[in-house]
């Protein structure tokens, strides 16, 4: 579906801006077809915000769905005699639709990222370049989705741990019980998985902060 969506993304020419204050005057007076073709120029905005995300396919056609209503709002009330871009103007309305989506969808089973282990340290921490992440709490979402792929991917044991401590806010000894090893065994257990962890996201957060 996507890639269907990014031939059709491919077809679609800039407009001059003679040519989209013509449209703007006509989709004034009621033009539906200048209305239409106004939409549609401005999908590319709506698929580049969508992307920032850094989501997988299936949640980044949501996105692209939900910044679409947001840019027909920003149509329905723009002012193209106030001498402001339109793509400046609408960029927020369908940014703010993108965030409301991420947080109903994340907010429930969010990772918790800033929550301390016993030794006072958060798994924030280890993820390089977390603390310049942008404050809109939707990205923070986004990057705690990564995390908990990432976690999925762990060994069995490794991944009980991490469950636990960051899902699940289970003390080590509790934890040491459930799996049968030592508390210290679940220390060092705990560390090796965020260590790796680290290193499968190196990349996604560079991406990240472009």
Same mark, same amino acid.
Request: net charge negative; glycine share 6%.
């Given at each position: 579906?996507?890639?269907?969506? =990014?031939?059709?993304?491919?077809?679609?020419?800039?407009?001059?801006?003679?040519? !989209?204050?013509?449209?703007?005057?006509?989709?004034?007076?009621? @033009?539906?077809?200048?209305?239409? *073709?106004?939409?549609?120029?401005?999908?590319?905005?709506?698929?580049?915000?969508?992307?920032?995300?850094?989501?997988?396919?299936? &949640?980044?056609?949501?996105?692209?769905?939900?910044? +679409?209503?947001?840019?027909?709002?920003?149509?329905?009330?723009? $002012?193209? +005699?106030?001498?402001?871009?339109?793509?400046?103007?609408?960029?927020?309305?369908?940014?703010?639709?993108?965030?409301?989506?991420?947080?109903? !969808?994340?907010?429930? @089973?969010?990772?918790?990222?800033?929550?301390?282990?016993?030794?006072?340290?958060?798994?924030?921490?280890?993820?390089?370049?977390?603390? =310049?992440?942008?404050?809109? =709490?939707?990205?923070?979402?986004?990057?705690?989705?990564?995390?908990?792929?990432?976690? $999925?991917?762990?060994?069995?044991?490794?991944?009980?741990?991490?469950?636990?401590?960051?899902?699940?806010? *289970?003390?080590?000894?509790?934890?040491?019980?459930?799996?049968?090893? +030592?508390?210290?065994?679940?220390?060092?257990?705990?560390?090796?998985?965020?260590?790796? &962890?680290?290193?499968?996201?190196? /990349?996604?957060? /560079?991406?990240?902060?472009?």
């Amino acid at each position: 579906m996507l890639q269907k969506y =990014l031939t059709e993304l491919k077809k679609i020419k800039m407009l001059s801006p003679e040519e !989209e204050r013509e449209l703007w005057i006509r989709e004034e007076e009621g @033009d539906e077809a200048a209305h239409q *073709k106004l939409i549609s120029s401005y999908q590319p905005l709506v698929f580049k915000t969508a992307v920032q995300f850094h989501m997988p396919e299936e &949640i980044t056609l949501e996105l692209i769905q939900e910044g +679409t209503v947001g840019l027909l709002e920003a149509a329905e009330s723009y $002012d193209y +005699t106030k001498g402001v871009a339109f793509s400046l103007y609408a960029v927020h309305r369908i940014r703010g639709r993108m965030c409301d989506f991420m947080n109903r !969808e994340f907010s429930r @089973d969010e990772l918790s990222l800033d929550r301390e282990t016993a030794e006072g340290w958060s798994l924030a921490e280890f993820i390089p370049g977390l603390q =310049l992440l942008p404050e809109e =709490l939707a990205e923070r979402h986004a990057v705690s989705y990564r995390v908990s792929q990432a976690i $999925d991917r762990l060994p069995q044991k490794e991944k009980l741990v991490l469950q636990g401590i960051f899902l699940e806010n *289970k003390t080590p000894s509790v934890l040491a019980a459930d799996i049968k090893v +030592t508390p210290g065994h679940i220390y060092r257990l705990e560390k090796q998985g965020v260590r790796r &962890i680290r290193g499968m996201l190196s /990349r996604f957060m /560079r991406d990240f902060k472009k």
